[in-house]
C-alpha cells in the first residue's frame, strides 16, 4: 500500500518561490510515476504535471511551463514541487498523485500554500 | 488545454440512480479510452472511483459505473446512498503525455 505523506501549509508573498515535498512509503519512488494537482478554494481539480513513464521525462502543462519544476530524490523517496513567482491566484491546495493506468490511485494530503502581501 | 465540461450539480434521492456527464473534444475523451473519476469529500484528498473508462480499482462499489459515448464520458451511480454525497471530477488523457480534470459536479443526496 503506498502512502503520500506531503509538507505542512505554507504562506508566501507574491513573487516568491515555494517548493512542497511528498514522501513516499510502501513503495520507492522509483517503482512510482509521481503526478502533480492543485485546487484553488472552492474550485476544481487542475492537472500540472508529472513523470511521463513512457518517455522518461516530466511534463508539465504549458500554464504552469518555465516556473513549475518537479524533482524527484529516490534517496529518500520524497518528490518535490517548486513554483516561482507566486501570485494570488496560485493560493491553492497543492497534492501529489502515484499514476498508473492513466489515473491517480494514492494522493498525499494535500498543502495549503496560501500567497498573500 | 481546456476543462472538460462537467454539470456543476445533480441530485438525486437515496435508492435512485445519477448520471453526470463530462465532456471532451476528439482531442482527449473522444480519441482515447482514458478517462477516470473521482470523489472527493470536504476537506478530503480525491479517491479514484473508476479507471480507464469504465473499470473500478478494487474496493470500490459496483454501484459506480463508468461509459463513454463520442466525446462525452459518464458516471453512473446506482442505488444512492448518503455517503455518495460530494463532488465528483472526471479527467482525460489530451495527448502529449498532458491530462485535463473536468469543473466538477456537485452530487446532493436529497
Known amino acids: 500500500q503506498v502512502q503520500l505523506v506531503q509538507s505542512g501549509a505554507e504562506v508566501k508573498k507574491p513573487g516568491a518561490s515555494v517548493k512542497v515535498s511528498c514522501k513516499v512509503s510502501?513503495?520507492?519512488?522509483?517503482?512510482?510515476?509521481m503526478h502533480w494537482v492543485r485546487q484553488a478554494p472552492g474550485k476544481g481539480l487542475e492537472w500540472m504535471g508529472g513523470f511521463d513513464p513512457e518517455d522518461g521525462e516530466t511534463i508539465y502543462a504549458q500554464k504552469f511551463q518555465g516556473r513549475v519544476t518537479m524533482t524527484e530524490d529516490t534517496s529518500t523517496d520524497t518528490a518535490y514541487m517548486e513554483l516561482s513567482s507566486l501570485r494570488s491566484e496560485d493560493t491553492a491546495v497543492y497534492y501529489c498523485?502515484?499514476?498508473?493506468?492513466?489515473?491517480?490511485?494514492?494522493w498525499g494530503q494535500g498543502t495549503l500554500v496560501t500567497v498573500s502581501s | 488545454q481546456s476543462a472538460l465540461t462537467q454539470p456543476a450539480s445533480v441530485s438525486g434521492s437515496p435508492g435512485q440512480s445519477i448520471t453526470i456527464s463530462c465532456t471532451g473534444t476528439s482531442s482527449d475523451v473522444g480519441t482515447y479510452n482514458l478517462v477516470s473519476w473521482y470523489q472527493q469529500h470536504p476537506g478530503k484528498a480525491p479517491k479514484l472511483m473508476i479507471y480507464e473508462g469504465s473499470k473500478r480499482p478494487s474496493g470500490v462499489s459496483n454501484r459506480f459505473s463508468g461509459s463513454k459515448s463520442g466525446n462525452t464520458a459518464s458516471l453512473t451511480i446506482s442505488g444512492l446512498q448518503a455517503e455518495d454525497e460530494a463532488d465528483y471530477y472526471c479527467?482525460?488523457?489530451?495527448?502529449?503525455?498532458?491530462?485535463?480534470f473536468g469543473g466538477g459536479t456537485k452530487l446532493t443526496v436529497l
Open positions: 479527467c482525460s488523457y489530451a495527448g502529449s503525455s498532458t491530462w485535463v
Open positions: 510502501g513503495y520507492t519512488l522509483t517503482e512510482l510515476s
Open positions: 498523485a502515484t499514476f498508473e493506468l492513466g489515473s491517480y490511485d494514492y
